[in-house]
C-alpha cells in the first residue's frame, strides 16, 4: 500500500462529534508514513488540546485500516503546528452549513475564539442578523447564536 490508498481509505473516517465531517474535510490528518516493515503510522492533530474525541478518532483510524487489511498501524498526534479553522476543506464548510453548523468565516483571532464577531451567518436563512447567546454551543469548539429573523438558535464552529 502507499499513501494515497491509505488516504482513500481514511477518507471515509468521519469526525465522531460531527459526523457529517470526514477526517479529511476536518484537516487534521498531518502525514502518513510507511516503514520498511510496512508499519504505517499516521500523524494527527486535535482541533484543540485536550479535545474528547481524539482517542475515538484514533480508534476509527485504525479500525478502519485494519479493515482494509492494513494490520500493523501506530496512531501519532502532534499539537504543532496547532490546528486552525483555516484548514476546514471548503467541501467540509459546506456540509457544516447543510447539518444547520454555522462554519466559521473569518481568520482566526481571539475575538472568533470567544465567540464574540457578531453578526454570524445563520445556516438556515443565510441572515447576517444573529446574536450570540452563549459562548459554548453543543461541544467547546461551538458557540450557540440565535438568528433575528427566522428566530432559529444555531452553533457556529469558532474560529481557531
Known amino acids: 500500500m ?7 481509505i481514511l477518507q ?4 465522531p462529534e460531527i459526523q457529517v465531517l470526514t477526517l479529511e474535510d476536518m484537516g487534521i490528518i498531518r502525514d502518513i508514513n510507511i516503514d520498511e516493515d510496512e ?3 499516521v500523524v494527527i492533530t486535535p482541533t ?3 479535545c ?6 484514533a480508534v476509527n483510524i485504525k479500525s478502519a485500516l485494519q479493515e482494509a487489511g492494513i494490520q500493523n498501524v501506530e496512531v501519532k ?12 476543506s471548503e467541501e467540509g464548510r459546506k456540509k457544516l452549513k447543510a447539518y444547520g453548523i454555522a462554519p466559521p ?18 445556516p438556515r436563512c443565510n441572515s447576517t442578523n444573529t446574536r450570540l447567546i452563549s459562548e459554548f454551543g453543543s461541544t467547546a469548539c ?6 433575528n429573523d427566522c428566530l432559529e438558535p444555531f452553533d457556529y464552529f469558532k474560529c481557531i
Not at 502507499?2 to 482513500?8: A, D, W
Not at 474528547?52 to 478518532?57: E, G, K, N, Q, T
Request: one cysteine or more; hydrophobic letters at 35%; aromatic letters at 6%.
Open 52 to 57: 474528547p474525541a481524539m482517542d475515538l478518532i
Open 2 to 8: 502507499n499513501k494515497e490508498e491509505i488516504l482513500r
Open 105 to 122: 468565516e473569518k481568520a482566526a483571532g481571539k475575538s472568533a475564539l470567544l465567540g464574540l464577531d457578531g453578526g454570524v451567518t445563520c
Open 48 to 50: 484543540y488540546t485536550g
Open 39 to 41: 508499519k504505517v503510522e
Open 77 to 88: 498526534t502532534t499539537l504543532s503546528p496547532a490546528w486552525s479553522t483555516d484548514w476546514l
Open 142 to 147: 461551538k458557540a450557540l447564536y440565535q438568528c
Open 12 to 15: 471515509s473516517v468521519t469526525d
